[in-house]
């Protein structure tokens, strides 16, 4: 499994530490697919729980920027896979070694809300814009975009509107990872994206792929 070597051990889960069950399913499902990973204790923010979010990812990037990383790859704890252990690890090396040097942020998984612009590799598709952040690598330059940004709204909602328009955005194809039902600390209600997630892209893929 060469593309966990091109993260050098930057590879992290966010989880709040309330929130065990999410922990342990995320654990479960990581180890499955022999993924090597650090859990990242979430900020806990009850006024405002999508601060919470930002200022977790903010703390993990400056501490990966601190020790010299150049890029990470980021988990949410209501991740859930759409391949098997194999086919997500070859589909992974493969994505590594398409992507470009000077790629910004590449999602293993997210709302294509305006569809994609078009194939850039057998297995990355170039991305107009992307909602959700429950599986993303991100470069330097997005690590850094963050760090010195700062963002009193939801997460996806500032990379979308400040950052991917002059950014390089990829998605893996096929999407690997989707989101679990479950209950969401941030909207305070049961959540159930997947089949979004999934028909979204499956459509936009369907609009640019030859038959």
């Known amino acids: 499994m060469i593309w ?7 590879i992290c889960v966010v989880n709040l530490l309330s929130r065990n069950d999410r922990l ?17 204790e979430a900020t806990e923010n009850k006024e405002k729980p999508i601060l ?6 903010q703390r993990y990037f400056r501490k990966v920027l601190e020790a010299g990383g150049e ?4 988990f949410e704890d209501d991740i859930s896979p759409l391949v098997d ?3 997500f690890n070859e589909t992974m090396d493969k994505c590594i070694s398409q992507l470009p040097n ?12 305006h569809g994609v612009q078009g194939f850039y590799s057998e297995n990355l598709v170039t991305l107009k814009m992307a909602y959700a ?11 850094e975009f963050v760090v010195n940004r700062e963002i009193k709204e939801p997460f996806d909602n500032c990379l979308v509107r400040d950052f991917q328009p002059n950014a390089k955005v990829f998605c893996s194809y096929p999407m690997l990872f989707t989101q679990n039902e479950s209950y969401s600390d941030i909207e305070k209600r049961n959540t159930d994206y997947s089949r979004f997630l999934e028909g979204r892209f499956n459509a936009a893929i369907k609009k640019i792929k030859p038959c």
């Not at 342990?24 to 859990?39: G, P, S």
């Not at 919470?52 to 990812?57: K, N």
């Not at 890029?71 to 980021?74: N, T």
């Not at 952040?133 to 690590?143: E, P």
């Open 71 to 74: 890029r990470s790859l980021v």
């Open 102 to 113: 000077d790629w910004d942020l590449f999602y293993l998984g997210c709302n294509v809300a």
């Open 24 to 40: 342990k399913a995320a654990t479960e499902l990581l180890n499955r697919l022999e993924i090597n990973f650090e859990v990242w």
């Open 52 to 57: 919470g979010l930002v200022d977790s990812m």
């Open 4 to 10: 966990q070597e091109y993260f050098g051990g930057n």
């Open 85 to 87: 252990a194999k086919e």
């Open 133 to 143: 952040t429950h599986a993303v690598a991100y470069s330097k330059r997005a690590m």
